[in-house]
């Protein structure tokens, strides 16, 4: 695993391949397009990159559906522009760290289709099951995606499971042999040169004994039943074992549900930890409830506690990973900023997370401050669980209020295509872009940030650099002020040289404020802000500032 802890000095960029930046023309982002701005990547101060899949795929769940583990797809550019990217990140000082997908293969795989046909050795690849007797599924577990989690197969004559898309079967993980194909995996990408990966839902790959119905159903979907299975940590113990620990790679696990007790089992560093960091889901819930399509007001007192409680409980034993966007949620300017106030909020929500204890992933287009999608035809979304969600659930719903709930919780809204410039396709692409481009590329483009030296994108640049030159905000303690406060979130870090202070509000009107008891406001340096004139007993609408004070 990571030597000197590497990953706990950097600020990573993730990269989802198609809707970056498309250098061929055909439409889809690919490797040429992430050649060409690198440079552009490390202008933000990020020396680390993680992409989302980029092998071979039918696509179904945009590449989370993989079909060849040891290849790059052609429409990325395939193997020569993947390894003229790697080596162009780590000319530039930049990890890079890629996905693994492996709960679940595409049903392309090769694996899958020997696997129902009964060839050895793949029979028991995969997780299968006959009928039950009186005809039912042989457990009542849903999928996440669409409809139950198991699918009939007329060529084997059984079930298989799938927690996804019908087209991503479940891997049977108690096999050893599959396990052995996990590493062979991992070595193939850790020898050519790769800095380590994000494990893509890994806390689902250990399926209890017997695959019991879940009794909390149907709320549950059957979660409880399959997340941190019985041997998810000897098999995470296993991959570290035979290969992680003979790498200086970095390992990352996407963990829904996972509290900071839970994380600790897999990343206390006193405990012979299996996982250098783990990705939470509870900062993601401060507007829903479980999933995105439960959509709630927004609740900046539910998101201070999940913060605070998770840099309490990490402090000195785990690192946190700190993000406010990925490829699986909407975009946070439009939930828990304001797009009436899109530079402010987006400035704000920068500050309210990159100065936390931990590693910050920056999404694409996060730094632009990119906003929500408002598609008038739910036929415009791509996404397979977005199309499910409209045409499968809440049906009984208008067609209008069933669209909202697309526009409230569809991840397809951090899926267009980054905004370039104000050319045609906001520059993504010079032919005809795979997907939708956000009307407000007009506003919201790279191009014209670039040369504001106000906006979002060099704001963004600010922060980082500041994080990095902050000792107190790489080790110092996390301290949070006026709890109850449903406007504002403030935090403070500290260490023995120097002390910030951070300050959010997050709502759209001013509101008077005063700095938290302890702290001289005569003596601080304001080192941060996103209004040009700070009042010292008041905050403007989505304002924030970081004060500093040397010891
Ligand atoms: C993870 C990925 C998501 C994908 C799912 C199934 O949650 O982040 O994009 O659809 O797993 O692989
Ligand atoms: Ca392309």
Redesign the pocket.
Known sequence: MAINNWYKDRVFYQIWPRSFKDGNGDGMGDLYGVYEKLDYIKSLGCDGIWF?PLYPSPGV??G??ISDYMDIAEEFGGMEAFKKVLDGAHERGMKVIMDL?V??TSDQHEWFQKSRQRIEPYTDYYIWRPAKPNGKLPNNWDSL?EGKAWTWDDVRGEYYMHL?AIQ?PDLNMDNPLVREEVKKILRYWLDMGVDGFRE??ITFISKPEGLPDDKLMPASKGIFMFNHGPHLHEYLEEFKRDVFSKYDCMVLA?A?LVTPKKALEYIDEANNPVLDMMIQFATQEADSFMTDYIHMPFNLRKLKKTYTKWQEQLDGKGWNMLYIE???HPRMVSRYGSEKFQKESAKMLAVSYLFQKGTPFIYQGQEIGMTNWYPSDPEMYEDV?TRWQYFNVATNKSPEKRLQRLWHGS?DSARTPVQWSDEENAGFTTGTPWFYVNENYLQINVTQQETDENSVLNFYRQAVQLRKQLSCVRNGNYKEYGKLSSSFYTYSREDEKEKILVVCSFIGNAKKWNMPAGFDISKAELILANYENTDDTLLQPYETRVYYWKK
């Open positions: 989302s769940d945009c989370y559906d997908v709960n679940h995606f996804f991503q893509d839902v996407e829904p990925n490829h699986d669980q991840r």
